[in-house]
């Protein structure tokens, strides 16, 4: 027989098999494979069977000769070789080809493991050749590749937006089918993914790509949540936004991994900080009522809005669990770990025994887990019914976002969880329905300092370089409420706050809240202030003094129902830390509960030691409070002491003492029930579009309100104060407020009224800091001086006997009329004048004698207003002010006259 070498043969091919390769035939005379006929012996024939049999069973297989003369055809975009290194073997840096051999493996590996990641996600994913026995048609795998390097030469690609394995650019609108059946289509999951990076990458607003300035402003702040708003889904690609809306489940995890790939993109090495990117979805036009959700929301993106009462503490949730053996020590896994069934091994997939199997603590994947419940906000319960609520699960960066008693919105899916106890309860099968939020905004978030554009920023600035903001910002403070200019001031320096200071090191603080307590008669809008305070301050929780225990205050010890361990709840001034804490009714406390607050009033702390927690909680709040005198009306014959039920103690923690009287005054109740009357006809639904239009039958508004900033502008102006600027006090304007104060005890000893103390020096400073912050300004000056002890001279005064307040004011006037309307001090000056005349003639039976008016001497006039340091009255005379009241002035017999038929209104 002939021996045949062992040996690679390779056929050859001449011109004729070159131009016709159909032409060759196993008795062709140029077959390399066998000789001709006649020159075969018996034994070769028998060796030709075998290798026609062989021929035979390889014919079944790939025809490797069909069309192998285009494997010799010219492919300059592939044929492309390094001359570098070649042919020179023998003087290569074998360190650098190991070198560079590792670095290629590296890129081998990323790209490996990307592939499982894909593979393991449920994208991309191919079935074995055995089950695509039916495709004939379809190339093989490396054809394709072919096939797609050839596009690309002649520029035909239609990869550019992720596109995978030839796939076509397919509308959206095209699949049909709920998304949980489409997700396993491979031709949707591209075609949605090619979209979506098309948004992130193009969608513009105002001539700038919107997701582009998100995804920087993401990663500038090292988050890991990008905000996409759904509006803009929707205008972009309807899909898109209706995918997300019917099937977030998902959905949401292929919009993560693409805006991962878009992160990354931009800023390469994010991923050594994050690992993860989440869509949160912002904006869905339909809010639905707790109470309101159905079957219909199963498995959909829903947004609800409520209080949230009940927070748990952060768990760690297995997300990807891996187990060892304890036989063999196999490491089982990894198992994607849902929320509703634990996953448990069965059988060792190496050593096939039963365990047992302990969770590889290194290895599991987890996640923060967080549970709140949300309760509907009071103003949408219906009348009669009791507010319902529903339990909020929060992973991964939206834990802790939100806390008991903030009024929140959440945007999250609708699904339900097995319950055993609610089967054993009803006694057939039900599920617990729970909320995985998506994207969670708090009411108050909306004027948070990091919310703040540039606009606003630019807008604020501006308005502090207005000499008279002082003024707009007081008259925006409860604008509905007529006059309490006192009151006024001392809720706005309240809520712009003195600066903290550490002292030693801090060892030492000293606080920079301000403390005021509203005390007057009833039917002087207390609580509408504290309402107000309430709309417009950051973090404030408003509680009432019956309504409110000493644990209520301060902080409850509770047996947690999940971990069934005593934890903290914190209360009312805990909860108001770095904000407000507004108390109405203050006199109906206990004295039991209001001892508790002391601590928290000046060391702004409050110490816990109950079963075994021994700890103190932080409450840097301000305290405003409200509260009614003794009787029920303030009595000025009385000392202050006779008038409230409040001990000196937590008197002195106050900085700022508002007492306000109901006096009755014709003139003042008559321009008071024109304001009121003036407010309810603008306030009337029918009256509030012609008064937002401007319309000539408009009611008029006051000049005081005119004047005022608007109540968004004035939210966004406190926050950039409190979070950008930082006053100081200078020398000279500590020499003044030691003067004041050593003048203020002097007169403390004649006194009954509240006593001067050591707390209130801080008191002055901290509203002076409070006034520069209102201007924003860097450093005290002597303006902000001068109000601090206009404000403290007056809280101090009003507490006084009235014979005592009548030399204090005469001692102090250079104090008390600082920066006040002298027009406005005029006219109440001219007015008392006009009630002293009529009130003469009245005793003196001649009330009937100014049927033309009311006389006064221009003389007694002027000399009556330099008792209160006004010298000029020109500018009065001249001024709208006196005319529009009823007063005109006859300069030759120096008279001035007061008609009563011209009715006053400064409205």
């Avoid at 005793?843 to 010298?871: L, N, T």
Wanted: net charge negative.
């Amino acid at each position: 027989s002939r021996a045949v070498p062992n040996t690679l043969l390779i056929p050859h091919f001449d011109q004729r098999t070159m131009a016709d390769p159909s032409s060759q035939d196993h008795t062709s005379e140029m077959d390399p494979i066998r000789p001709p006929p006649e020159a075969m012996t018996d034994e070769e024939e028998e060796e030709e069977e075998v290798q026609d049999l062989e021929l035979d069973e390889e014919e079944e297989g790939e025809d490797l000769l069909e069309n192998a003369e285009a494997d010799y055809q010219a492919r300059p975009h592939l044929d492309r070789y390094e001359s570098e290194g070649l042919g020179e073997d023998e003087s290569m840096d074998h360190e650098a080809e190991q070198e560079a051999r590792m670095a290629a493996d590296a890129v081998l590996e990323q790209r490996d493991a990307q592939a499982r990641r894909t593979m393991a996600q449920g994208l991309g994913r191919r079935l074995p050749g055995i089950f695509g026995a039916d495709d004939e048609d379809e190339p093989p795998r490396r054809r394709r590749r072919t096939d797609a390097a050839d596009r690309a030469a002649v520029g035909d690609d239609d990869d550019d937006m992720g596109w995978a394995d030839g796939q076509e650019n397919i509308p959206l609108e095209n699949f049909r089918g709920q998304a949980r059946d489409l997700v396993q289509n491979g031709a949707f999951v591209q075609s949605l993914r090619s979209h979506f990076k098309r948004f992130l990458l193009t969608f513009t607003l105002n001539g700038s790509i919107v997701y582009k300035d998100r995804i920087e402003e993401m990663c500038v702040a090292n988050k890991q949540s990008l905000e996409i708003t759904y509006l803009h889904l929707s205008s972009e690609c309807a899909s898109l936004a209706m995918f997300v809306a019917d099937g977030p489940t998902h959905i949401l995890p292929i919009y993560n991994e693409v805006a991962r790939e878009v992160v990354l993109m931009f800023f390469e090495t994010y991923d050594q900080i994050h690992q993860d990117i989440f869509v949160r979805i912002v904006g869905l036009p339909i809010i639905d009522k707790i109470r309101e959700i159905r079957k219909t929301h199963l498995n959909v993106l829903i947004r609800i809005g409520g209080v949230v009462t009940r927070r748990t503490s952060v768990f760690p949730q297995m997300q990807q669990v891996q187990y060892d053996c304890g036989k063999c020590g196999w490491i089982v896994g990894p198992y994607i770990q849902n929320s509703e069934t634990e996953i448990k091994v069965a059988t060792c997939p190496n050593c096939q025994s039963k365990g047992p199997f302990s969770v590889n603590v290194e290895k599991t994947i987890y996640r923060n887990y967080q549970k709140l419940t949300l309760q509907e906000s009071p103003g949408t319960v219906p009348a009669g019914r009791l507010p319902r609520q529903k339990d909020i699960i929060m992973t991964d960066d939206l834990i802790d976002i939100a806390r008991p008693g903030d009024e929140i919105e959440v945007t999250g899916i609708y699904t339900n969880n097995f319950d055993a106890s609610l089967n054993i309860k009803n006694g057939f099968p039900v599920f617990a329905t729970v909320v995985e939020a998506n994207y969670i905004s708090k009411k108050a978030d909306a004027f948070a300092a990091y919310k703040l554009t540039d606009e606003d920023k630019a807008e604020i600035v501006k308005l502090s370089k207005d000499p008279t903001i002082g003024k707009k910002i007081m008259a925006a403070i409860a604008p509905s409420i007529h006059g309490h200019q006192n009151i006024k001031t001392a809720l706005a320096l309240a809520m712009f706050g003195g600066e903290e200071k550490h002292v030693q090191g801090k060892h030492h603080r000293l606080r920079g809240d301000i403390n005021v307590l509203l005390l007057g008669d009833p039917g002087v809008a207390k609580s509408q202030f504290l309402k107000f305070v309430e709309k417009t301050g950051q973090r404030t929780v408003y509680t009432t003094g019956k309504g409110a225990s000493a644990v209520g205050l301060t902080a409850a010890v509770h047996r947690d129902p999940v971990a069934k361990e005593w934890t903290l709840e914190g209360g009312a001034l805990v909860l108001a830390d770095k904000g407000i804490c507004l108390i109405d009714e203050f006199d109906k406390m206990n004295d039991q509960d209001r001892v508790s607050i002391h601590e928290a009033m000046e060391q702004q702390s409050i110490s816990i030691s109950k079963a075994g927690i021994v700890t103190t909680l932080q409450a840097r709040c301000s305290v405003i409070a409200a509260a009614n005198p003794v009787g029920g009306r303030y009595d000025s014959s009385r000392t202050f002491a006779e008038n409230v039920e409040l001990t000196e103690p937590i008197l002195s923690r106050f900085d700022i003492l508002c007492v306000v009287k109901d006096v009755v005054d014709p003139v003042t109740d008559e321009r008071l029930a024109k304001f009121v009357v003036g407010s309810h006809h603008r306030s009337h639904p029918k009256n509030a579009a012609a008064t937002a239009a401007g319309a000539a039958n408009a009611a008029p508004t006051p000049a005081e309100s005119a004047n005022a900033l608007p109540h968004d502008i004035l939210r966004k102006y406190i926050t950039y104060a409190k979070q950008f600027c930082k006053p100081k006090l200078q020398h000279a304007d500590a020499d003044k407020i030691s003067r004041v104060y050593a003048d203020l005890r002097r007169e403390f000893v004649t006194g009954q009224g509240v006593p001067i103390a050591v707390r209130h020096v801080e008191s002055l400073i901290r509203m002076s800091e409070a006034s520069a912050r209102m201007h924003l300004r860097e450093y005290v000056n002597d303006n902000d001086v001068n109000l601090a002890i206009q404000t403290c001279l007056e809280s101090f005064i009003s507490t006084q006997k009235y014979s005592v307040q009548r030399t204090l004011t005469r001692k102090f006037k250079s104090y008390l009329t600082f920066q006040k309307d002298f027009n406005a001090l005029a006219l109440d000056v001219l007015r008392l004048l006009v009630r002293e005349a009529v009130h003469y003639n009245e005793m003196i039976g001649r009330s009937g004698s100014f049927k033309d008016g009311v006389p006064i001497k221009v003389k007694q006039f002027e000399d009556k207003a330099r008792e209160y340091s006004i010298s000029d009255l020109e500018p009065f005379y001249t001024s709208p002010l006196f005319t529009d009241h009823g007063f005109t002035i006859d300069r030759l017999n120096g008279m001035i006259t007061f008609s009563q038929a011209v009715g006053v209104d400064e409205d």
